[in-house]
């Protein structure tokens, strides 16, 4: 049987499934079948212990600090999900004995994962287990576990050991100050942890009872305490054929939490965690887990993308990433943002990159825009970050972090590890040089504000972002004598393997873009008198500084297409030598190359790491004809290993955009593997966030054409080779679109009669309610 996540599965589409236990395959599908719902995020490790498992339990936005010498991070706090089974005194391990069936499935569209296995312990007796969890989409703080025993074969006494166990690290970092733990009316285990640095109180309950064919048997064991951790021990005996069912429901709280009334401290959680359990087991497994798939059902009813093909795997990788989109989001909270992994592991330590913005913010933009204004308020919250940043490097306005946490602060480590054999650290500069990271929050205000007409978001926050990213960018220019340009020197752009450089054109277009976009926004707010807009005129005294941004807005140096239209990434990239790419291009491994040359190196070649001028084809795609597309993406894809998982819809995208579907269908299915893939290690670290946006991108944006010109709609579908029929929700400017799209149709439905003006295919239409071309 292949252990790899398979595409062509039961209930059409919606399983994600493990055939065979392979513990060279744990970290990957620990990952990509974890469980959340933007609170709460918890990577799927096995119950049963394994050498290689890693246990993660992660709740949004509680980052913290171990000590001066380590980075910000989100803290991985106690288990919940571990149990130990013994059977007639035998531990339950797939390690042992004989797994006579097995199979693990996510079911994307309830978000339960499942685990069934027919076991034979070193005696033959054999076992019949079932294993099923969920993080509850109906209620946030609710992690729920039911597993179902049936000796096959002889009388069982079965033992069953779990609790909660604050033994986790990150990685070896101890977060949490051991706290409390303690049991409540014989049935209540509680944990408490305190974060070392940011002082963040976490609650932390379960409740575990048992049924014998589903006739409850009153706690037959204990507790204990071991250090750390909490235990309720269990020892039942059974007949063949009769179900043991194990549930334990469990509740995590911490003081960080708004929905219960910021400034909870400790002793507060302690009584309406216990009250939320106690209210919360008045209902079993089942009950619950059906709460939170109405959920699901919902989400799916407004989220769903179909795809009518005859390569099933398509369908799944996109329902794969909505899946993942969701429970990666903390929704219920503009204090947080998205982290680069998700909530489903330690990868770049919770922090918050442009993968956001400019890979993510789509997805819910369209889909459901209260979200993505939830994402941009993140952005606003932490603003003050920003203006300390750049005012630290001598800029003004407001400079991003490279990596965001809670506060805006840069949270980018300063040094990458010790090289063992040199002993000297490399030193990372995309904190202190990688700055388009400033210009892609303004660019999603603003795309937010187009395609959602959201003044109310403008005139409070968006408008503030956008002209203080501005600001930044004005101070970022220097004037060039010889060009008689305004440049921007010393970055890094999208292709990190390329620092320092001079006038990198991703980044140029887009300061442009930042300084021309605050004057059209600054002439809007005057026009349509924004309450709260006069205010910021003052505040940020922007009439001067309209004067000038308007004098150097045209004179920014925007590298253009050469004789063969292509345009340079940088000063000096045109000059460097070349390498064949195509050994670090196949290798499964991501960044090989750095073992064969050193950075320095690198950074001397035309070698990408990932999309850089074919980002900026993207992100200002009507601005650049297809002819230039083309001749770009040909020359750069090339020069790209595609080591950033940013790299391969955003090909995808921009091929269609020049009529290779060829290209774009072989980069979305390169997306879709990112995760899904047959690479064992690929998602060790957790899943791929901005690949997750990619996905669904590729799909909307790229095959399905859909693009914001300065505020019209406009959509070119070109569906691939083995698609038939592509569907799926829009909304667009207050109103939810509908398209169906197949080769010889497109047709557009929306539940009003508004009109509204959109171009399809370059021309243009006013749909009412149903638009079919
Ligand atoms: O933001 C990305 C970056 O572009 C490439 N390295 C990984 C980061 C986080 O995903």
Not at 320 to 326: D, E, I, S, W
């Given at each position: 049987m292949l252990n790899e996540a398979s595409g062509k599965s039961q209930e059409q589409n919606w399983m994600i499934e493990e055939t065979c236990f392979n513990e060279r395959y744990q970290g990957k599908y620990e990952s990509i079948l974890a469980l959340g719902n933007g609170y709460l995020g918890l990577r799927s490790a096995m119950e049963e212990p394994y050498i290689g498992q890693t246990r993660n339990l992660f709740v949004a936005g509680t980052y913290d600090k171990f000590d001066a010498t380590e980075v910000t991070e989100l803290p991985n706090a106690a288990d919940l999900t571990e149990m130990f089974i013994h059977f007639n005194d035998e531990p339950f391990s797939l390690k042992n004995g004989k797994v006579l069936e097995y199979s693990r499935k996510l079911n994307l569209k309830t978000g339960e994962l499942t685990r069934s296995i027919v076991w034979e312990n070193s005696r033959s007796e054999r076992y019949q287990m079932t294993f099923g969890r969920f993080v509850s989409l109906d209620d946030r703080h609710l992690i729920g576990i039911k597993v179902d025993i049936v000796p096959l074969t002889v009388p069982a006494e079965i033992t069953v050991k779990t609790g909660i166990n604050g033994r986790q690290t990150n990685s070896g970092v101890q977060h949490f100050h051991d706290g409390d733990k303690r049991v409540y009316e014989d049935r209540y285990m509680q944990l408490i942890q305190t974060t070392i640095e940011s002082n963040i109180g976490f609650v932390i309950n379960s409740r575990v009872r048992l049924y014998i064919d589903n006739k409850e048997v009153v706690n037959p064991g204990g507790y204990s305490l071991e250090r750390r951790s909490i235990y309720q021990n269990s020892k039942i005996s059974i007949d063949p054929g009769a179900t043991l069912t194990i549930e334990k429901l469990s509740n995590?709280?911490?003081?960080?939490?708004?929905?219960?009334?910021?400034?909870?401290?400790?002793?507060?959680?302690?009584?309406?965690?216990?009250?939320?359990?106690?209210?919360?087991?008045?209902?079993?497994?089942?009950?619950?887990l059906a709460n939170s798939k109405a959920k699901w059902q919902k989400y799916w009813?407004?989220?769903?993308?179909?795809?009518?093909?005859?390569?099933?795997?398509?369908?799944?990788?996109?329902?794969?990433?909505?899946?993942?989109?969701?429970?990666?989001?903390?929704?219920?909270?503009?204090?947080?943002?998205?982290?680069?992994?998700?909530?489903?592991?330690?990868?770049?330590?919770?922090?918050?990159?442009?993968?956001?913005?400019?890979?993510?913010?789509?997805?819910?933009?369209?889909?459901?825009?209260?979200?993505?204004r939830t994402l941009l308020r993140y952005r606003f919250n932490t603003i003050d970050g920003a203006r300390n940043k750049a005012h630290q490097f001598g800029y003004k306005g407001a400079m991003y972090p490279w990596e965001s946490a809670l506060s805006g602060a840069e949270e980018t480590p300063e040094w990458a590890a010790i090289n063992i054999m040199t002993g000297k650290a490399t030193r990372i500069w995309s904190g202190i040089k990688e700055h388009h990271v400033t210009a892609d929050i303004a660019y999603a205000a603003w795309n937010y504000y187009l395609s959602t007409v959201d003044e109310d978001f403008m005139n409070e926050f968006g408008s503030e972002i956008i002209f203080e990213c501005a600001e930044f960018w004005y101070s970022r220019l220097e004037w060039s004598e010889a060009k008689k340009a305004y440049h921007i020197h010393d970055v890094i752009g999208p292709d990190e393997y390329t620092e320092h450089i001079d006038n990198n054109a991703y980044t140029n277009y887009m300061a442009e873009f930042t300084i021309r976009t605050a004057i059209q926004l600054y002439e809007l707010g005057i026009r349509k008198n924004w309450s709260h807009f006069q205010h910021i005129v003052n505040q940020l005294r922007l009439e001067e500084r309209m004067a000038r941004y308007r004098g150097v807005v045209d004179r920014i140096y925007l590298p253009q297409p050469d004789a063969d239209d292509i345009i340079p990434q940088d000063d000096t990239f045109m000059s460097k030598g070349c390498i064949n790419l195509e050994k670090y291009k196949r290798s499964d491994e991501k960044q090989t190359i750095l073992k064969e040359y050193t950075r320095e190196q690198v950074g001397d070649l035309q070698v990408l790491k990932q999309a850089d001028v074919v980002m900026l084809l993207y992100v200002l795609r009507n601005r650049f004809s297809p002819k230039v597309k083309q001749a770009n993406w040909e020359y750069y894809e090339e020069r790209t290993i595609h080591d950033s998982s940013l790299s391969a819809a955003v090909h995808g995208i921009v091929a269609n955009d020049f009529n290779c579907s060829e290209a774009a269908y072989r980069f979305f299915q390169k997306a879709a593997r990112i995760d899904l893939g047959p690479n064992p290690v690929s998602s060790n670290d957790g899943i791929h966030a901005a690949s997750m946006g990619g996905i669904w991108l590729a799909v909307v944006m790229g095959f399905g054409g859909v693009s914001n010109d300065n505020g019209t709609l406009h959509l070119e579908p070109k569906l691939p080779e083995p698609w038939e029929r592509l569907s799926f929700n829009l909304w667009w400017q207050g109103e939810k679109l509908h398209l169906e799209i197949t080769k010889t149709r497109i047709k557009i439905t929306k539940a009003s009669v508004t009109g509204m003006d959109l171009i399809v295919k370059g021309n243009r239409y006013t749909l009412l309610s149903e638009l079919t071309l």
């Open positions: 995590v709280f911490t003081s960080l939490d708004s929905d219960i009334g910021t400034g909870l401290r400790v002793e507060g959680l302690i009584k309406h965690s216990l009250e939320h359990l106690s209210e919360v087991c008045k209902m079993r497994y089942d009950s619950l009813e407004e989220a769903r993308v179909e795809i009518q093909t005859s390569d099933a795997f398509d369908q799944l990788a996109v329902r794969f990433a909505q899946y993942h989109l969701l429970i990666m989001t903390p929704f219920h909270d503009e204090r947080f943002s998205i982290g680069a992994k998700g909530l489903t592991g330690e990868g770049y330590k919770g922090h918050v990159f442009w993968d956001t913005e400019i890979f993510i913010l789509p997805y819910f933009q369209h889909t459901f825009p209260a979200i993505a």
